[in-house]
């Protein structure tokens, strides 16, 4: 089953008619968001009869888009899209439906990334949209407008048209009403020669991506491509691109990144431990170095010779310049930062790595080596037990 977006225009009348000549088992979805009054019932209005007249189950849902746009602080135009399409996905779970079929063309295709180009894009957005996007499906993107409206004429099909979008204020009616014309009286085929550019853009980038380390092999391309649908902008890609060996992080709502050894490192916020809690118990052994064999330590638990510890344990964040003896070096120390690196733990990982210390010195780099002065010998009468609990 395919799920048809129909809003009453050419472009979704022109797909449902042309899925239900093909015999696709569909399922028609309207939106009214309330936006412009009369029309919208109006269009509701049509919506409803074309369906009744093909016998084609129909779902309509009501948004008050003004109310969502006004909470989220987002545009009309943004909240409009963010609701339909979170309802296009919620009903095709509860239909159990295939695909959601949305009636973009090649003329549409041609203002996106006319769009993109305006606003600052990469490759991606070179692409424009795609036939297939998860289980959003284009099927009308190589159909031209022309093409659209050809084909109604001739099996004699009405349309509704959106008055808003004859309007001059939103961005994309302006590249629609304005820019494209002008194009096309420079180039009749100007529509299509992007859209086709767009085509070649999205065939050839799965096979640049494929041989490209986003991040290490860093051109200011590969840096929006690794940073792509993660919400920094682009004055921020370009602030980090200039200060790649700064260190500096830069926030998204979402992500953080930074630069590390002229390595690229990205993190989402979530990824953030919550803080850890420590616990300690003492263990009194005849045979320390057996005991040590026949635990099954972890990465939240270490063992140390209780006598070596004299004071009370604390817990830390790792700090610059941290330095002790990994277990099994026996002489000089080492910097955490280095040790953790060599692991492969990255930036924002080491930023959080957690320290057992006992005053100055570092017991226990917590998940992954004991100091070596605080290990288990075969003199040790007790032994300290460490846990971590997050």
Known sequence: ??????????????????????GTDIVALHCNF???????DRDEQFVTGLCRQLAIPLH???????????????????????????????????????????????????????????RGTGLRGLAGMHERSGHIVRPLLNLS???????????????????????????????RLEVMPLLQQINPQAASHIAEAAQHVAEALPYYLRGVDMSTDLTPTTLHERL???????????????????????????HRATFSQGRLEVEEKSAQEPAPTLSTRII??????????????????????????????????????????????KRGTRLVSDFLAERGLSVFQRRRQRLVCHGDDIVWVVGHRIDDRFRITADTKEIMEIKIKY
């Open 34 to 40: 309330h936006l412009r009054g009369e029309e919208s």
């Open 60 to 118: 309509v849902k009501h948004f008050d888009t003004r109310d969502y746009a006004a909470a989220q602080h987002i545009s009309i135009e943004m909240a409009a899209r963010e609701l339909r399409y979170a309802w296009f996905e919620e009903m095709r779970q509860q239909l159990g439906a295939d695909d959601v079929a949305v009636a973009h063309h090649r003329d549409d295709q041609a203002e996106t990334v006319l769009l993109n180009l305006i």
């Open 1 to 22: 089953m395919t799920l048809v977006a129909v809003s009453g225009g050419a472009d979704s009348v022109a797909l449902l008619r042309m899925l239900h000549e093909q």
């Open 145 to 175: 407008r022309r093409d659209i409206l050809d084909y109604l004429a001739r099996i004699g099909q009405d349309y509704i048209t959106d008055s808003t979008n004859l309007e001059h204020d939103a961005l994309r009616n302006r590249i």
């Open 228 to 254: 792509h649908g993660l919400g920094f902008t682009p004055a921020q890609e370009q602030q980090m691109w200039q200060s790649q060996r700064s260190g500096a992080t830069f926030e998204s709502a979402t």
């Open 284 to 329: 009194e052994v005849q045979e320390p170095l057996a005991w040590v064999t026949r635990e099954a330590l972890t990465d939240a638990t270490c063992a140390i010779d209780a006598r070596l510890v004299r004071r009370g344990l604390t817990l830390r964040m790792a700090l610059p310049g941290d330095r002790f003896r990994p277990f099994g070096m």
